[in-house]
T-cell receptor, first 111, second 113 residues
Framework: KNQVEQSPQSLIILEGKNCTLQ??????????LRWYKQDTGRGPVSLTI?????NTKSNGRYTATLDADTKQSSLHITASQLSDSASYIC??????????FGTGTRLTVIP | ETGVTQSPTHLIKTRGQQVTLRCSSQ?????VSWYQQALGQGPQFIFQ???????GRGNFPPRFSGLQFPNYSSELNVNALELDDSALYLC????????????FGPGTRLTVL
């Protein structure tokens, strides 16, 4: 069964601290994996796209990793800011219009 | 800003009514996908349109229907609304159907009473 599981479900960290969000998937075949940031009541915004051959990709303070062998990905946020408070969604694409969403990790950054 | 716009922002309907949601794609994008996102859940794929033709559909009943126009803007129509249809409806546009970044709109919050 094609599934995308994210952990933790929610996370609270102090401003300035780092955190890592996890995504495990059983989706096959695999085309690419994307991390999105979604503010409450808003549409998701793409952070990174990773294909099978990519292990690490950075976008500012966001760094995503991918291990295609173990079917795991992580999103590391460095020096968190209050504006990082949002849901982070991992999405796995099989190609064409087949995609599978995780339920997200709700991150809250507190001062 | 992604360049994808949706209207209306919020909408309240009653059970049994019909609703039309609209999406304007990012300039140059010929593909639009619609998603339903219930509170606290990840988005669920409804369907995708590519160059005005339906190009795939998720596990949604026929009362969910769509259109894509020559300018690649799109509509999502839902008939016979049910309480469980209350959700954030997202559209995402992209250039092509594969390997392309989808740009999401801000969503339409539909409440069915």
């Amino acid at each position: 069964k094609n599934q995308v599981e994210q952990s933790p479900q929610s996370l609270i960290i102090l401003e300035g601290k780092n955190c890592t969000l996890q995504c495990n998937y059983t989706v096959s075949p695999f085309s690419n994996l994307r991390w999105y940031k979604q503010d409450t009541g808003r549409g998701p915004v793409s952070l990174t796209i990773m294909t099978f051959s990519e292990n690490t990709k950075s976008n500012g303070r966001y760094t995503a990793t991918l291990d295609a062998d173990t079917k795991q990905s992580s999103l590391h946020i460095t020096a968190s800011q209050l504006s990082d408070s949002a849901s982070y969604i991992c999405v796995v694409f099989t190609g064409a219009n087949n995609l599978f969403f995780g339920t997200g990790t709700r991150l809250t950054v507190i001062p | 800003e992604t360049g994808v716009t949706q209207s209306p922002t919020h909408l309240i309907k009653t059970r049994g009514q019909q609703v039309t949601l609209r999406c304007s794609s990012q300039s140059g994008h010929n593909t639009v996908s619609w998603y339903q996102q219930a509170l606290g859940q990840g988005p669920q794929f409804i369907f995708q349109y590519y160059r005005e033709e339906e190009n795939g559909r998720g596990n949604f009943p026929p009362r969910f229907s769509g259109l894509q126009f020559p300018n690649y803007s799109s509509e999502l129509n839902v008939n016979a609304l049910e309480l469980d249809d209350s959700a954030l409806y997202l559209c995402a546009s992209s250039l092509g159907t594969r390997e392309d970044t989808q740009y999401f709109g801000p969503g339409t919050r539909l409440t069915v009473l």
